[in-house]
């Protein structure tokens, strides 16, 4: 029978866990060389397939990369307007990935529940950040989970309204 430890282990080499990860990864290398992180997915998907050495973008992954490309703006203002006596700027640049990562979860990926999305975050902040990022981002996050449910059902209203463009 497995010990608590031997859980924990196993949990964090999950392939939802690598993905994020990797997401977080690309997140903070597209910021510190100022490149959108759409471009720096597709150089790296380009880049596996022609280098074994190279290891393969996951489908998670990309999912996530590109959605918070795409909803930047978004997941941003809703960081910001969580910190106390904070701005986006003044994180390291390793915790505004893993909030952005987490945020986008929050908002966008049914197929989460929000406690998973707050605690790979957390769990994400103790493998790359400092010691006081987990508790941190589990505090920002904390309040981001009360308005998550409300924003995932605006946008599935707005999903549901739109009209789809045939030519009939």
């Known amino acids: 029978m497995a010990d608590q430890s031997d859980k924990k282990s196993f949990k964090k080499l999950g392939a939802r866990h690598k993905a994020r990860r990797r997401a977080v990864d690309l997140l903070f290398e597209a910021e510190a060389r100022d490149i959108d992180p759409a471009d720096l997915l597709s150089e790296r998907v380009s880049l596996s397939v022609r280098e074994e050495s190279v290891a393969p973008v996951s489908p998670y992954t990309r999912v996530l990369v590109e959605g918070v490309a795409d909803d930047l703006d978004r997941v941003d203002g809703t960081i910001e307007s969580y910190l106390q ?45 400092t010691d006081d990022s987990p508790s941190f981002i589990n505090g920002v996050l904390g309040q981001v989970v009360q308005v998550a449910p409300q924003v995932r059902a605006a946008a599935a209203a707005t999903r549901a309204t739109v009209v789809p463009d045939d030519d009939q």
Do not use: Q
């Open 85 to 129: 006596d904070w701005t986006l700027p003044r994180l390291p640049a390793v915790d505004r990935a893993i909030l952005r990562v987490a945020v986008w979860e929050l908002f966008h990926a049914n197929d989460v529940p929000p406690v998973v999305a707050v605690d790979e975050a957390v769990e994400l902040a103790k493998e790359l950040s």
